[in-house]
Every structure is written in C-alpha cells, then in structure tokens.
C-alpha cells in the first residue's frame, strides 16, 4: 500500500427529513446565495424548504446551472456574489450545480482573470493561488459525481470538460435525503449508478498493492450498486434502494477507497470528451468506454481483473482468461440493464467520431493516461474503435 494523507471534512446529514437541520450548520449573520440548475429544484419545492430552513438570514437565489456546468454561466453568479456581498453558497442539486458552485467559491477572489484555474488534469488549486474562497453547504438531489463530499469538479470552457481542485472546497455539509431523488427521470438515475460504479472501478481495477481494506470496501460498493441498480430504476419510490443508491454514489469519491492505491481516471478523460464534443451524458460516455477500456487493458489489469471477476462476479469457472473475458462481459451486461447503450455508434455518430476524440485527447494534454501512463494517443485510439 503506497502512503497517504487523508482528511475530509464535510458532515454528512443523511435520512429523512434532513433538510431543517442546517439552520444549526449555517452561521447566523449568513447573506446567502442557492445555486441551482433548469429548475425542479424550484418545481418540486426543495429550494424552497432549504429557504424556510435558513429562518431570517438574507437569501437570493441564482438558477440556470447547466449540466455540465458552463464557465460563462459560473461567472454571471460571481458577479451577483460580488455586488451582493454574499458570504456563503448553498448548492441544491446535482453534480453539476455543485461542481459548479465550487467554481464559484474560486472564482470569486481569485485576482486575475478565472481562466487561469481551468488546467485540463489533476493539480490543486492552493490557497497561494486563491487567497479566499466561499463557505458551502449542499442539498443533494442527483446521486452520481461523490461532489457533495470532495473537492473535485468538472467545468466545461470551448471545447473541454476541466477538472478543478482544491482542498478548499470541500462542501461544509450536505443533505443526502433520498426523497429528494424519487422524482428523477430513469434515464438520469441510470446515469448516476454507470457514474458511481465506474468511480469505484477507476480506484480500483489497476494494479495489487495489497490494501485490503480499500479492495475490500469496493468491492462492496460494487455489489451494492450491482444489486440496487436495477431496482432503482424500475422502482423509483423504493427508499432503501435509493438510500442505499445515494450513499454508495458518495461513499464511491470522497476520498476513502483511493486512499494508497493507484488510480486510473482514462475513461474518464476519454469520456469527458465525447461529453465536450457530441453532448452525449457522462454516464453514458463511461459506459460506452470502460469495458472497451478494460479490454484493450486486459494484460496491464489482469490481476485485478481476476479479483474483480472472483469477488464482485462470482466468476470461478473457466481459464483465468476467460474469467477475465467474463468479468469484462459482465460489466457491459450490467451497464445495459440499466438501459444505458455502450456503443458509440448506437449515439448516431459515425466513426470520424474516434478521430475527434483522439485529436481533442492530444490537444489537452492527454497522451500518458491510465495508472501507469500507458494509454497514448494511439491506445486510447484502439479503445474507441473497440467502443464503436
């Protein structure tokens, strides 16, 4: 297990009726802004519940946040933010609005101009480079990204999706409420699930450095989506699959089972781009790459494929190459079952689509991908023609 430093510090109000309980979280002399996206939040009443549980304290509100949240729209709240004189965020929504929002915290102080955060990769934003940031709180109402309990997002500028980072971010606290889920469209539930899984599965499907615990909590983060996935769909308004959804999406990024392994984040980067470039969902990019990903990747992953194929599959029949092919088969079934096509050619592209992609990949850098740097340009070529 290679050494870490882990530490993260946003509480976590889950259940029922959660929603009053950040009154105690909020300071008293708070001026407010809620962020939120096209407006359900607003339609079926959340927004307004959080604005009954912040009692007296000023409160305005900004809407719009797109999916995929857009820099352009981000910098239009900083400008509110700034005339306002607003001292802290409430985020009610999705991955989106909250990767957005922490946009926000960011940008709001940052001296120069808010491009400068934008870095297509991984690199912490430090407090040498923003001498202030926001306070945060969220209400969850997608689960998918883990953002309510990182310091993660993902904003779209042009042509790219950037990761941005900073330990400053991290929300305060979030609302995780079930409830609140019950309403989304199938289509976005299923989304969620592809995106959680495959967050566990970036942590874990690399290489054995015997950390157990970390393999072990996957693993059951895995099985769990595996046996709610379905369900969650079909059955929109069962809560304990939708509470056990919803804390197994948060549970997938905030921290714990990265913590002293290697990580791989290709698909990823791979998907964020058909994202950029066609429109397609991210959920529905990470389903279409990952199994061609883990096929192509099969040799650099196969210990761990075995595990994965063992453990979270049950598979014990066959070559080990054939559990491997199975695990991987597997997978895509799984993806599939949630309705979620994981071909790119079922999206109406043709295959100039790979060219774009790999040319897009080279344009931002991205040319040594995956745990060990493996997956080039031309790789990560062969990974998308698999995926056509």
Do not use: C
């Not at 309980?21 to 307004?48: E, M, W």
């Not at 940052?110 to 923003?130: C, E, Q, S």
């Not at 309510?148 to 330990?167: L, R």
Request: net charge negative; aromatic share 8%.
């Amino acid at each position: 297990m290679f050494n870490f430093v882990f530490h993260n510090p946003t509480t976590i109000l889950f259940g029922k009726d959660q929603i009053k309980k950040i009154n105690q979280l909020v300071p008293a002399d708070a001026k407010v802004l809620i962020t939120y996206g096209g407006g359900s939040a607003k339609r079926n009443g959340v927004v307004d519940r959080v604005k009954a549980a912040l009692g007296n304290r000023e409160v305005l509100e900004f809407g719009g946040i797109e999916p995929n949240p857009h820099y352009e729209t981000l910098m239009k709240a900083v400008e509110v933010i700034r005339a306002e004189g607003i001292t802290f965020l409430m985020a009610v929504g999705g991955g989106s609005v909250i990767d957005g929002t922490k946009f926000i915290s960011l940008a709001t102080y940052y001296p120069k101009d808010a491009t400068d955060l934008l870095y297509y990769g991984f690199r912490d934003i430090t407090p040498d480079v923003v001498p202030q940031v926001i306070p945060i709180g969220t209400v969850l109402t997608l689960p998918a990204t883990g953002s309510e309990m990182n310091n993660g997002g993902v904003i779209s500028y042009g042509k790219g999706k950037f990761p941005v980072k900073s330990e400053r971010v991290y929300p305060q606290f979030s609302v995780l409420e079930p409830e609140i889920t019950f309403t989304l469209p199938p289509t976005q539930v299923a989304n969620g699930i592809a995106d959680a899984f495959v967050h566990t599965m970036e942590q874990y499907l690399t290489f054995p450095v015997d950390a157990r615990v970390q393999d072990r909590m996957a693993e059951g983060i895995l099985q769990t989506l595996i046996e709610v996935g379905k369900i969650n769909v079909e059955q929109p308004d069962n809560y304990d699959a939708r509470a056990n959804m919803v804390w197994a999406a948060t549970m997938a990024l905030n921290g714990l089972i990265g913590v002293g392994v290697p990580q791989d984040w290709a698909t990823h980067m791979i998907g964020h781009e058909l994202t950029a470039l066609y429109g397609i969902d991210h959920g529905k990019t990470l389903a279409i790459i990952y199994p061609a990903l883990l096929d192509v990747m099969k040799k650099q992953k196969f210990a761990k494929l075995l595990q994965y194929a063992a453990r979270v599959w049950n598979i014990s029949e066959g070559t080990d190459e054939e559990k491997a092919d199975a695990a991987i088969a597997k997978t895509r079934e799984f993806f599939e079952s949630l309705g979620i096509k994981t071909r790119i050619s079922e999206y109406g592209l043709n295959k100039t689509a790979v060219d774009e992609v790999v040319t897009q990949l080279e344009a931002h850098g991205m040319v040594k991908l995956s745990e060990t740097g493996a997956i080039t340009p031309d790789v990560a070529r062969v990974i998308l023609e698999k995926a056509y």
